[in-house]
C-alpha cells in the first residue's frame, strides 16, 4: 500500500511558477512509475505527467510540455512537478499516483492516489 500526500499548491499570478511535492510513505518508492494529473471543477480527471521508477523517462500531456517538469528523488521518496509559465487554464486541484505500469495517461492505471493541493491562477 502506497500512500501518498501532495503539497506546494496555492494561489498565483499568470506567468508564475510553483512547485509541487508529493512523499510518499512506501520503502519501495523506486519501483514505481508515478504521475501527476489534475482535476477542473466539473471536469474529468486529466493526466499531467510522467515518470519512470529510477526517474531517467519522463512524459507530458501535450498542454503542459516545455512549461512543466515531472521529477523524483528516490532517496527522499519525493515526486515533484515544477510548473512555470503558467496560465489561467492550469487551475485544478492536483494529484499524484502511483502505477506499475509505464508510460500510461490512463487513470484507471493508477492504483495508489494522493488527496490532491489546490492549484489558482489568476489573470
Known amino acids: 500500500q502506497v500512500q501518498l500526500v501532495e503539497s506546494g499548491g496555492g494561489l498565483v499570478q499568470a506567468g508564475d511558477s510553483l512547485r509541487l511535492s508529493c512523499a510518499a510513505s512506501e520503502r519501495t518508492f523506486e519501483q514505481y512509475p508515478l504521475g501527476w494529473f489534475r482535476q477542473a471543477p466539473g471536469k474529468e480527471r486529466q493526466f499531467v505527467a510522467a515518470?519512470?521508477?529510477?526517474?531517467?523517462?519522463?512524459y507530458y500531456a501535450d498542454s503542459v510540455k516545455g512549461r512543466f517538469t515531472i521529477s523524483r528523488d528516490n532517496a527522499k521518496n519525493t515526486l515533484y512537478l515544477q510548473m512555470n509559465s503558467l496560465k489561467p487554464g492550469d487551475t485544478s486541484v492536483y494529484f499524484c499516483a502511483a502505477t506499475t505500469i509505464f508510460p500510461t495517461a490512463i487513470v484507471q492505471r493508477y492504483a495508489y492516489w494522493g488527496q490532491g493541493t489546490q492549484v489558482t491562477v489568476s489573470s
Open positions: 515518470i519512470n521508477g529510477v526517474g531517467s523517462t519522463t
